[in-house]
């Protein structure tokens, strides 16, 4: 008589916790990747889908920060700036634009933040071989994201950045922060647009789940413009599916997850090691 199998061998009272914290969640990608990455090392680790309504933010955070065998969290939207105030250390680049993605607990108790996006962004068109030095930009949206890649992004030297968000006042700082990054770049602040643009990059969550808007209120773009969008899922988003309808070249959310998740569990694993205390 075959053994009957009663358990799973991928988690056990050893396992060491991660989480991706968010409202919503369902979009998410990391449980998948970041549990891939950090088992591909022989971690026992998993990270997990953690559904924070905005309203219980600041109550519920601190307590889950007391968690013992959590060693480290994600942040999406729309908590990538409210979470900073959790951390004891920042690093440089959360530091530059005022957000994070990733905390992760050091041995001695301490939170440490840094942001990731932006280099993951920068590292998805690394890999396709589409150079942002020299290019014509416009970035719409300015959030914990969009402020990481508006910085990685100044840090390539385009020849003209154009930035939208929302928040006209977010909008001149980065301006001003991309300005000081690149002297060299053209930056202005206004409306979205793809005339003179040769990449369009979008940060904001429009298009995100089952959201049908278009985060640029055209029908048509021209076919030589690059397409960016941050938003996981869907992965082919409204703003992707002109892009590809007009035969533009199109980078995807997910390209920008693979690009920083090797990031960001090498900063989980080398800030909770003991050497890190």
Same mark, same amino acid.
């Given at each position: 008589?075959?053994?009957?199998?009663? &358990?799973?061998?991928?988690?056990?009272?050893?396992?060491?916790?991660?989480?991706?914290?968010?409202?919503?969640?369902? &979009?998410?990608?990391?449980?998948?990747?970041?549990?891939?990455?950090?088992?591909?090392?022989?971690?026992?680790?998993? /990270?997990?889908?953690?559904?924070?309504?905005?309203?219980?933010?600041?109550? *519920?955070?601190?307590?889950?920060?007391?968690?013992?065998? /959590?060693?480290?969290?994600?942040?999406?939207?729309?908590?990538?700036?409210?979470?900073?105030?959790?951390?004891?250390?920042?690093?440089?680049?959360?530091?530059?634009?005022?957000?994070?993605?990733?905390?992760?607990?050091?041995?001695?108790?301490?939170?440490?933040?840094?942001?990731?996006?932006?280099?993951?962004?920068?590292?998805?068109?690394?890999?396709?071989?589409?150079?942002?030095?020299? &290019?014509?930009?416009?970035?719409?949206?300015?959030?914990?994201?969009?402020? *990481?890649?508006?910085?990685?992004?100044?840090?390539?030297?385009?020849?003209?950045?154009?930035?939208?968000?929302?928040?006209?006042?977010?909008?001149?700082?980065?301006?001003? &922060?991309?300005?000081?990054?690149?002297?060299?770049?053209?930056?202005?602040?206004?409306?979205?647009?793809?005339?003179?643009?040769?990449?369009?990059?979008?940060?904001?969550?429009?298009?995100?789940?089952?959201?049908?808007?278009?985060?640029?209120?055209?029908?048509?773009?021209?076919?030589? /413009?690059?397409?960016?969008?941050?938003?996981?899922?869907?992965?082919?988003?409204?703003? /992707?599916?002109?892009?590809?309808?007009?035969?533009?070249?199109?980078?995807?959310?997910?390209?920008?997850?693979?690009?920083?998740?090797?990031?960001?569990?090498?900063?989980?694993?080398?800030?909770?090691?003991?050497?890190?205390?």
């Amino acid at each position: 008589m075959a053994e009957v199998q009663t &358990q799973v061998d991928f988690v056990s009272g050893r396992t060491r916790l991660f989480g991706i914290v968010g409202d919503p969640i369902e &979009q998410v990608r990391s449980p998948e990747m970041a549990t891939f990455e950090l088992q591909r090392r022989g971690l026992d680790a998993l /990270l997990l889908p953690l559904h924070v309504r905005q309203a219980d933010f600041d109550r *519920a955070m601190p307590e889950i920060l007391k968690i013992h065998n /959590l060693d480290g969290l994600i942040f999406t939207i729309p908590y990538k700036a409210r979470a900073l105030a959790l951390a004891q250390e920042i690093g440089p680049q959360a530091r530059a634009v005022g957000a994070l993605n990733a905390l992760a607990r050091r041995p001695d108790g301490r939170w440490a933040a840094e942001i990731f996006d932006g280099i993951g962004c920068v590292e998805a068109f690394r890999r396709r071989g589409y150079g942002l030095a020299g &290019q014509r930009v416009m970035l719409i949206g300015l959030g914990g994201a969009g402020s *990481a890649i508006c910085a990685a992004v100044a840090s390539e030297k385009p020849r003209t950045m154009r930035l939208f968000d929302l928040d006209g006042a977010r909008a001149e700082h980065m301006a001003a &922060q991309a300005r000081a990054m690149s002297p060299a770049t053209e930056v202005s602040v206004g409306p979205p647009t793809v005339e003179h643009i040769d990449i369009l990059f979008n940060a904001s969550p429009v298009g995100m789940l089952d959201d049908p808007r278009r985060p640029i209120e055209l029908d048509r773009l021209p076919p030589e /413009l690059i397409v960016f969008d941050a938003i996981v899922k869907p992965e082919r988003t409204p703003l /992707l599916a002109l892009a590809e309808a007009c035969g533009c070249r199109t980078v995807r959310g997910r390209e920008m997850m693979n690009g920083q998740m090797a990031k960001i569990v090498d900063f989980f694993v080398r800030t909770t090691s003991p050497a890190a205390a």
